[in-house]
């Protein structure tokens, strides 16, 4: 079995996968301070809980926005795996023509997504994800990967307010009845979840109109499912993108 991991800066997303099938996912909180016996152990307890044992995974690739945890997870795979992991990183094979100003610079998780969403989906394609960041990738018809815009994630942008407006407080991100609050809580809930439906479908609309194709839409990231049903853009929602795109990118480099 492979298992796949996608490090990002508030969640590590796991996924295992028995040949082209992903079997389960798991999803822990991001800490950079954790030790690779704490995510090992907390790791073989899920995997016990989901009737998998650890001498069952024999392979793992990974991708990561957090340097100090790319080392942590590497000899996490190392010790309780007997596994070297692949990561993916400038020289690993995609399959992707990276048309972006620096390759260098694009992080490997949206690589890993426009992998997995050609392979998929077929080009022209526009994959959003919305987790710590919201982030847009584009790929064009001829499978090229041109490039995209990142903005801050509904969380990220939901701290910062309740952070720096004092009678403000947190509420839950789901949408109100009508767009119009009239509770502070409703127009709190309002400008994020409706203000952030608006920001993505005047993104995707912008994108369909620079590139000027009429690329699919594909939503995916931990909280793309909060705006999911206020905007029509997307044409599907796959959580497990990225992990597959782990998948596809292992099959290339190591053939199996």
Do not use: H, W
């Not at 989901?50 to 793992?60: D, K, L, N, W």
């Not at 502070?184 to 203000?195: C, F």
């Amino acid at each position: 079995m492979l298992l796949t991991i996608d490090i990002g800066n508030t969640v590590v997303t796991l996924g295992v996968f028995d040949g082209d099938r992903l079997v389960t996912t798991f999803r822990v909180s991001t800490n950079s301070r954790r030790l690779a016996d704490e995510y090992g152990l907390q790791l073989v307890n899920l995997l016990s809980l989901r009737g998998i044992e650890p001498s069952q995974i024999t392979a793992a690739c990974m991708c990561s926005g957090v340097p100090p945890l790319t080392v942590v997870f590497a000899e996490l795979c190392r010790t309780y795996f007997n596994a070297a992991p692949l990561t993916v990183s400038a020289g690993v094979r995609t399959g992707l023509r990276i048309l972006y100003d620096n390759p260098r610079d694009v992080g490997a998780d949206r690589i890993a997504d426009a992998v997995a969403g050609l392979e998929l989906y077929g080009p022209p394609l526009i994959v959003v994800d919305l987790g710590t960041a919201t982030v847009f990738d584009v790929v064009n018809r001829e499978g090229e990967y041109l490039g995209g815009a990142i903005a801050p994630g509904i969380s990220l942008g939901a701290d910062a307010l309740f952070f720096n407006a004092s009678q403000l407080r947190r509420v839950e991100l789901a949408a109100p009845k009508s767009v119009v609050g009239r509770n502070t809580v409703n127009a709190l809930q309002s400008g994020l979840v409706y203000g952030y439906a608006a920001l993505v479908t005047g993104m995707v609309n912008q994108i369909k109109g620079e590139i000027g194709q009429e690329a699919r839409v594909i939503g995916t990231g931990g909280l793309v499912n909060v705006i999911a049903d206020q905007t029509p853009v997307f044409d599907d929602i796959n959580q497990d993108l990225t992990l597959i795109g782990l998948r596809l990118i292992y099959r290339m480099n190591r053939g199996k």
